[in-house]
């Protein structure tokens, strides 16, 4: 157990529906990073919030926002799904100040969301 | 842009030894990490490499080569519990965030 928690585990919607994630990171972990991983893209880095500010963009849809909370839970939005959004997202944290702490993230165990 | 390249699949026995090759392309050099992950389960963090070397800690050790822009990760005693998904990342142009490989699916047989 990583200590991260992320809800739902599983997500079953329609295409053009609207969807929140939502992510606690670990006690005293103030970065928060979200990741979507597919079959054919592998593991891709989307957003990631430290301390309630956004500081680093990956390859996230304009569907899609993200954000960190004062009492830093995080949460993902994704809008107008498609059949292609269907993947894992991954929510990661850690302690975010330090060079070798963007190196090793805790994971939590994801959200399966599935668009048909 | 970055890029890293590692083996889609490896197989071994249980009881032997497997190393997983890492090559990376990347502007900003942070260090090399390692993560596991099990079929439908979460990534784990194994190991960092920020210098030259080898790095140990228990059946697994990780290794860096700067200069050649590659490193390792060596399973030694294989157990069933060590199939799974090995992946290197280096961080990204952002200097926070993580670029992961496509990932390498080990098989350990009996």
């Known amino acids: 157990d ?12 329609a295409t053009g529906q609207r969807v929140t994630l939502r992510c606690s990171p670990r006690s005293g972990d103030l970065s928060v990073y979200w990741y979507q991983q597919s079959l054919d893209q592998g593991l891709q880095f989307l957003i990631q919030y430290y301390n309630g500010e956004e500081r680093a963009k990956g390859n996230i849809l304009e569907r899609f926002s993200a954000q960190q909370f004062p009492d830093l839970h995080s949460e993902l939005n994704l809008s107008s799904l498609e059949l292609g959004d269907s993947a894992l997202y991954f929510c990661a944290s850690s302690e975010g100040s330090s060079g070798s702490s963007y190196n090793e993230q805790f994971f939590g165990p994801g959200t399966r969301l599935t668009v048909l | 842009g ?4 590692q083996p889609s ?7 032997a030894i497997v190393q997983i090759n890492c090559t990376y392309q990347t502007s900003g ?8 992950q099990h079929d439908g389960g979460a990534p784990t963090f194994l190991s960092y490499n920020a210098l030259d070397g080898l790095e140990e800690t228990g059946r697994f050790s990780s290794f860096l080569s700067r200069s ?13 519990k060590d199939s799974a998904s090995y992946f ?3 961080r990204d142009d952002s200097g926070y965030a993580l670029n992961f490989g496509k990932g390498t699916s080990l098989l350990v047989t009996p």
């Open chain 2, 29 to 36: 050099f942070y260090g090399l990490s390692w993560y596991q």
């Open chain 2, 2 to 5: 970055q890029s890293l390249e």
């Open chain 2, 9 to 15: 699949e490896v197989t071994a026995v249980e009881g």
């Open chain 2, 68 to 80: 050649d822009s590659y490193g390792y990760l060596l399973l030694q005693e294989l157990q069933m």
């Open chain 2, 88 to 90: 290197c990342a280096v």
């Open chain 1, 2 to 13: 990583s200590g991260v928690t992320q809800t739902p585990k599983h997500l079953i919607t």
